[in-house]
């Protein structure tokens, strides 16, 4: 149909404004719902940082129960999601085997732990319900914006205050912690947001500009000022990933080796990456069957994680059936700390029934992410981001703390995951930026 000089013509869009989206109401309503019970987690935890004990154990509860409201409300398990969600309750079930099993196992930890499997299945639900739409991007857009701004201000502020996170023995080095308790919790969070942040951008079909530009190298300083190597490793295979996997064998090739260099004097240069050079020595006179070597004379994270894991294999082998009982790995381990391998911890407190439920809801998770749309460029390269962070992750359970003990951490991963299952919208004309986000 021809459009006159007396008809109106398409409506006038100011220029940067959001394009309308597609999605339900019932969809939107849900999307607020989970955003702004994430939100209210996220600033308990801010609060609780100045002086509030408890604060974000309240506020995880108030958001299981505004979870199971709208669980309640539609009663729909998402496809995607489906897996997930039948590992999460399969876990609470053998851990609640496990605690019966084990009568003399702490109780609140008990609870705490089948809670956080709950809330998990429960939000992952809501989210691939409520969020995987291109309104649902936008708004994961910028509730992740506002966590990076935020974390990033802090992080400088608590550094310049001098009330940054000193570790034993490295009083002369100061680390961000952010909005959270720890440097590394927290600079795995934001390379999360980080990730999800450039996933929204893509499927809401806006181009990179300068305010995505300056958030996106915000989150980068504020990684940096937390001086957790875990996380910076995390960055830098999802970094690596989004190249390699792009463009020409040779294009990758010439990438991959010169990542591998850089990443090779970074470390021999760098004094973070220094106490390594003390793991030689630490292995000579390391004995998986006698753990009494002084390990406090040896200056790294790693020498004693592997004192760790042999000490708690050899612990869950005593009762391999149903564990020593949810949530006992940190009481029962070697340092009092966390396994720092989310296998030998289902292995350690639910026995061989933990680590199966652990294995379906990582399956679970892979499905989500194999159900990741793929017909288009900007799909394939979301695909990418998404898995390369799925990589990472999984590396960071391997080595490090497991996602049970990361609750903002795996909540900005779900909501990256969200975003990426979205079809997105093609991009409008006018919308050439983020620079009016």
Same mark, same amino acid.
């Given at each position: 149909m021809?459009?006159?000089?007396?008809s109106?013509g398409p409506?006038?869009?100011?220029?940067?404004a959001r394009?309308?989206l597609?999605?339900?109401?019932?969809?939107s309503?849900?999307?607020?719902?989970?955003?702004?019970?994430?939100?209210l987690?996220?600033?308990?935890?801010?609060?609780?940082n100045?002086?509030?004990?408890?604060?974000?154990?309240v506020a995880?509860?108030a958001m299981?129960?505004?979870?199971?409201?709208?669980?309640?409300?539609?009663?729909?398990?998402a496809?995607?999601?489906a897996?997930?969600?039948?590992?999460?309750?399969?876990?609470?079930?053998?851990?609640s085997l496990?605690?019966?099993?084990?009568?003399a196992?702490d109780?609140?930890?008990?609870?705490?732990l089948?809670? =956080?499997?709950?809330?998990? /299945?429960?939000? *992952?639900n809501?989210?691939?319900?409520? +969020? $995987?739409?291109? !309104? &649902?991007?936008?708004r994961?857009y910028?509730? =992740?914006?506002?966590?990076? /701004?935020v974390? *990033?201000?802090?992080?400088v502020?608590q +550094? $310049?205050?001098? !009330? &940054?996170?000193?570790?034993?023995?490295?009083?002369?080095?100061?680390?961000?912690?952010?909005?959270?308790?720890?440097?590394?919790?927290?600079a795995i969070?934001?390379?999360?947001?980080?990730v999800g942040?450039?996933i929204?951008?893509?499927?809401?079909g806006q181009?990179?500009?300068l305010?995505?530009g300056?958030l996106?190298?915000?989150?980068?300083?504020?990684?940096y000022?937390?001086?957790?190597?875990?996380?910076?490793v995390m960055a830098?295979m999802?970094v690596?990933?989004?190249?390699?996997?792009?463009?020409?064998?040779?294009r990758r090739l010439?990438?991959?080796?010169?990542a591998?260099?850089a990443?090779?004097?970074?470390m021999a240069?760098s004094?973070?990456?220094?106490?390594?050079?003390?793991l030689?020595?630490?292995?000579?006179?390391?004995?998986?069957?006698?753990?009494v070597?002084?390990w406090?004379?040896i200056d790294n994270?790693v020498s004693?994680?592997?004192?760790?894991?042999?000490?708690g294999?050899?612990q869950?082998?005593?009762?391999?059936?149903f564990?020593?009982?949810?949530?006992?790995?940190?009481l029962s381990?070697?340092?009092n700390?966390e396994?720092?391998?989310i296998?030998?911890?289902a292995?350690?407190?639910g026995?061989?029934?933990?680590?199966l439920?652990?294995?379906l809801?990582?399956a679970?998770l892979?499905?989500?992410?194999?159900?990741?749309?793929?017909?288009?460029?900007?799909?394939?390269?979301?695909r990418t981001?998404?898995n390369?962070?799925?990589?990472?992750l999984?590396f960071?359970?391997?080595?490090s703390t497991?996602?049970?003990?990361?609750?903002m951490s795996?909540?900005?991963?779900?909501?990256?995951l969200a975003?990426?299952?979205?079809?997105g919208?093609?991009?409008?004309?006018?919308?050439?930026?983020?620079?009016?986000?």
């Open positions: 021809s459009v006159t000089a007396d109106p409506p006038a869009r100011a220029p940067f394009p309308a597609p999605g339900s109401d019932s969809q309503v849900q999307g607020r719902v989970v955003i702004a019970l994430f939100a987690r996220w600033a308990a935890g801010i609060v609780e100045l002086g509030i004990p408890a604060l974000s154990q995880a509860v299981l129960g505004g979870l199971a409201l709208v669980f309640l409300a539609q009663m729909r398990i496809s995607d999601a897996v997930f969600v039948a590992g999460a309750l399969a876990w609470v079930v053998s851990g496990s605690f019966a099993a084990n009568p196992a109780a609140q930890t008990t609870l705490a089948l809670l =956080l499997l709950t809330l998990y /299945a429960l939000f *992952a809501a989210c691939m319900n409520g +969020l $995987a739409t291109p !309104r &649902g991007a936008w994961i910028r509730m =992740l914006a506002l966590f990076i /701004a974390g *990033a201000a802090i992080s502020l +550094l $310049a205050s001098g !009330r &940054g996170f000193v570790e034993a023995g490295k009083a002369t080095i100061q680390r961000a912690f952010g909005s959270d308790v720890h440097p590394v919790s927290f969070q934001v390379v999360a947001a980080l942040l450039e929204a951008r893509a499927r809401t181009r990179p500009g305010v995505h300056a996106m190298a915000t989150g980068a300083l504020a990684l000022l937390t001086y957790a190597r875990t996380a910076w830098l999802v690596g990933a989004s190249f390699l996997l792009r463009g020409s064998l040779t010439l990438l991959g080796s010169g591998l260099i990443g090779l004097v970074a240069t004094d973070r990456f220094a106490d390594l050079a003390s030689p020595v630490f292995l000579e006179n390391f004995s998986p069957s006698d753990l070597f002084d406090r004379y994270s004693w994680r592997i004192v760790n894991w042999t000490y294999f050899n869950a082998l005593e009762q391999p059936v564990g020593f009982g949810p949530g006992q790995s940190a381990s070697y340092f700390l396994m720092h391998n296998f030998l911890e292995l350690f407190e026995g061989i029934f933990g680590l439920t652990l294995l809801t990582l679970g892979v499905r989500m992410h194999r159900h990741l749309p793929r017909a288009t460029a900007t799909d394939r390269y979301v981001l998404a390369s962070f799925g990589v990472a999984f960071a359970v391997t080595f497991s996602f049970v003990d990361q609750l795996f909540l900005i991963y779900i909501l990256m975003a990426a299952a979205s079809r919208v093609k991009r409008q004309p006018g919308t050439t930026s983020l620079t009016g986000w």
